[in-house]
Each structure stands twice: as C-alpha cells, then as structure tokens.
C-alpha cells in the first residue's frame, strides 16, 4: 500500500515509524516531513494546512491511505476533501474534529452527557468574562476556546492574573481568532493522565496508557507546553481506575456519539485528571497526543496499518491490539525560551553517537546537509526497558550526547518515587 502522512512533528514521525514496520506496506509519504522522517520516507513539499494541495497531490499519486496527524488539517476537514475524492483517510471528518477545534462545544457536550469534568462557563465577550470570575475560586483556569497549538491554557493563581489572561486572549488576540469565545473552569488538582484510544465508528478502545507532563519546567513550574515528556504505562490506572473511566467516560462519550449521530473514525485522546481512583476529562482531542505517541506506538506489538484499515472500516476490535510488557520512556529536547520566543537554525549534533534509544525529530529540517531546529520542541529521545527506571537511565544517559546551542529538557521525567 502507498501510504502518505500528513505532519511535521515527532508524532508523524513515530507514525511512520511504526508504519514503515507493516508488511503490507509499500511505500510511505509524509507531507511536509522533517530531518528525521525524511530517512525513513519520502518528504513532499506541501504544509500541512494545504488541505487542498495534499488532497490533489493523494488523488494523483493513487494513495492507498492517508494519515492526518496535526489538529489543524482535521479541524479544517481534510478528512471529508479525501473521501468525498475517495481517498481512504484515517482522522475524524470535521464534525468529529469539532471535539478539538472548540473547547465550548466538547464542554457542552460532556456537560449535556453527564461526562464528569470541571464546572465551566463560556463567555463571547471580553467583560462578561471579566465578570465571571467572580463565579470561581482560585486558581482559575482560563481556555481559549479555538486550537492554540497546546499553549492555549492558562492557569491563574491570582485574579489579575485571571484578568490578564482574558484580556490578553479576548482583546490582545495573543492566539487569533482561537480566543474570540473563552472557557472558564475550576481548577481540578490531582494527577494527570492520558489516554489515547482507537474509535471506530461504534465503540471506543482504549490503548495502552501514558502520563504525560505539560510545564516548560522541572516540578512542573513555568508555562504549559505541547508537552515536555511521557512515560508508558501509567502506573495510576488501577483496576478500579479504569472501570471508573469505562463506566462514566468511555460509553457516556460513545454513548453521545452515537445519539449525536457523529460517525467518528481515528483517534480520541482524553486527557484526564485522577483523584482517589475517580477521574475528570479535562479534554478531549481527535489525534495522537504528542509526546504520547512517542511512548505509546514503541510499546505496540500489532500492525498499526492493519489497526487504522480496520478503525476507518467499523472492524477494529480490542483484541486486535497487542502490546509488548516493556515500559517505555521520551523526553523532550527544546529550543531555548520555548514556549514563547526562540531562535531556530541551531545546528544538531550527536545524533549517529546514540545508542539504544529512538530519537523521534519534532521540529528540525535539513540545511546544507546539516540537521538543525526548525522549532520549539525539536526533539524526543525515547527509549524501552524492563522497568520505567531502566528505560529513563537510556534515555537520560543518551540527552548528553545529543547537543544544539541553548538546548533546554526537563530532568524528572519519569521520576516515581
């Protein structure tokens, strides 16, 4: 099969990755690709948000498959260009994309579902908001509603704080047109976690699980990022946990699908807070997190072309994934100042001198033969072991290696006492 993914981020490239493993594949595309994907496929020079150009361009080279890994191309509806072309695409179409592209609407809906989550309240102007405030106790998590490439969240200690935030959304238009409707929630304290699961069409499975860490800092200080690190399994899902989460999230969130008549086909990540073996959706989105993917597919024993086949065919079944016993480990390498500003073009060095570890390239591209960073989380080191110290001692032994001019990681992933 000819397949074509679509992205630029460690997330596609775990995805080929794992693709490339498939015997039933035969040859693979990622548009636009990076250093990294451009060893292992072939690099099309077409954005991502090109809906238009990435549908032409799968019509005319007869792609068996494509892939849509970013939020963005989904939420736009790619998914719903390549089938009305008759292209097979794995991703929901843009209905059920919606559950991303608007924090109101994925509220509105657990809300009307009875999916426990935090109170909320969604506001379109910028001194309503203000005025809600008084409404919650800090902290206070302010949202804007539209997709902000995961720096969109805000969590307020003070009100002015609280105030800033909204004014800097709704009246400074620090994320565009993503922050005209703002979300505002209680603040929900426990532990976080991720779930990604395979949906296909009528039922919800869940893979294996993962903890991801979204501050810029080491103890979770500094701002939320994409994601700074994960780790694979997570050892907070207990028998109790997840009963939990299969009784009031999984079927009440399938349960709505269904009545809402959404055909949703590809990926649902629900993030998660978990307290006292309960848990609430903190949200939901329609793709592979990054760096969720980076920990989940190396623990994956199964074909994932077979699985995205049978996803987007209504077949796929739990028993169809496989995963290994392993535990698995990724962090991220990131230019300096990430989440806000940072410089690109730093050249990468070190990456022939690693050993055991994969290492997923995020935001790089190639300049004059030499691979440098293109972005603001530009790498994730990832590796396996037998046990989640084993497979963090790979990876933190290997990040020395690895260097590029004010490289910046955080130091506790993975660090369970």
């Given at each position: 099969m000819k397949v074509l993914v679509v992205g630029n981020g460690a997330r596609e490239h775990a995805i080929c990755w794992k693709l490339k493993q498939s015997k039933n594949l035969s040859s693979i595309y990622c548009a636009p690709g990076n250093a990294g994907?451009?060893?292992?496929?072939?690099?099309?020079?077409?954005?991502?948000?090109?809906?238009?150009?990435?549908?032409?361009?799968?019509?005319?080279?007869?792609?068996?498959?494509?892939?849509?890994?970013?939020?963005?191309?989904?939420?736009?509806?790619?998914?719903?260009?390549?089938?009305?072309?008759?292209?097979?695409?794995?991703?929901?179409?843009?209905?059920?994309?919606?559950f991303e592209g608007s924090k109101s609407y994925s509220k509105d809906f657990m809300n009307k579902y009875n999916i426990p989550t935090a109170k909320y309240k969604v506001y379109t102007a910028p001194q309503q908001a203000l005025e809600g405030l008084k409404d919650f106790n800090l902290p206070i998590v302010v949202k804007a509603d539209g997709l902000a490439a995961g720096k969109g969240v805000l969590i307020c200690q003070s009100m002015s704080e609280a105030e800033n935030a909204i004014i800097s959304i709704m009246k400074e238009h620090q994320f565009g047109d993503s922050g005209n409707t703002?979300?505002?929630?209680?603040?929900?304290?426990?532990?976080?976690?991720?779930?990604?699961?395979?949906?296909?069409?009528?039922?919800?499975?869940p893979m294996e699980s993962a903890r991801d860490y979204k501050k810029a800092y080491d103890n979770d200080l500094g701002l939320n990022t994409g994601g700074m690190g994960c780790f694979s399994p997570n050892p907070i899902y207990t028998k109790t946990l997840n009963s939990y989460i299969k009784k009031n999230i999984i079927d009440t969130t399938i349960n709505g699908f269904l009545k809402e008549n959404i055909d949703f086909r590809g990926i649902l990540f629900i993030g998660l807070m978990i307290k006292n073996d309960e848990a609430k959706v903190l949200e939901y989105?329609?793709?592979?997190?990054?760096?969720?993917?980076?920990?989940?597919?190396?623990?994956?024993?199964?074909?994932?072309?077979?699985?995205?086949?049978?996803?987007?065919?209504?077949?796929?079944?739990?028993?169809?994934?496989?995963?290994?016993?392993?535990?698995?480990?990724?962090?991220?390498?990131?230019?300096?100042?990430?989440?806000?500003?940072?410089?690109?073009?730093?050249?990468?060095?070190?990456?022939?001198?690693?050993?055991?570890?994969?290492?997923?390239?995020?935001?790089?591209?190639?300049?004059?033969?030499?691979?440098?960073?293109?972005?603001?989380?530009?790498?994730?080191?990832?590796?396996?072991?037998?046990?989640?110290?084993?497979?963090?001692?790979?990876?933190?032994?290997?990040?020395?290696?690895?260097?590029?001019?004010?490289?910046?990681?955080?130091?506790?992933?993975?660090?369970?006492?």
């Open positions: 994907i451009s060893k292992i496929a072939e690099c099309v020079n077409i954005k991502a948000d090109d809906i238009q150009g990435i549908t032409d361009y799968a019509a005319k080279e007869k792609m068996d498959l494509v892939v849509v890994g970013p939020e963005g191309p989904l939420v736009a509806g790619l998914v719903d260009l390549l089938t009305e072309k008759n292209i097979k695409a794995f991703g929901p179409n843009k209905r059920g994309a919606k703002v979300v505002i929630e209680e603040f929900l304290d426990g532990t976080e976690a991720s779930l990604l699961c395979f949906v296909n069409g009528k039922e919800i499975i989105n329609t793709r592979f997190g990054d760096p969720e993917t980076e920990v989940v597919l190396p623990r994956l024993k199964s074909d994932l072309l077979e699985i995205m086949l049978k996803t987007i065919d209504g077949t796929l079944v739990a028993d169809d994934l496989q995963w290994i016993d392993e535990k698995s480990v990724a962090v991220i390498l990131a230019s300096g100042g990430y989440p806000e500003n940072y410089e690109k073009g730093k050249e990468i060095k070190g990456l022939d001198e690693v050993e055991d570890v994969i290492v997923f390239h995020g935001g790089t591209s190639l300049s004059d033969g030499k691979v440098v960073t293109d972005g603001g989380r530009v790498l994730a080191v990832t590796a396996i072991g037998e046990t989640l110290k084993e497979a963090r001692k790979k990876v933190y032994d290997n990040i020395p290696k690895i260097h590029f001019e004010k490289m910046e990681y955080r130091k506790d992933i993975a660090k369970i006492n």
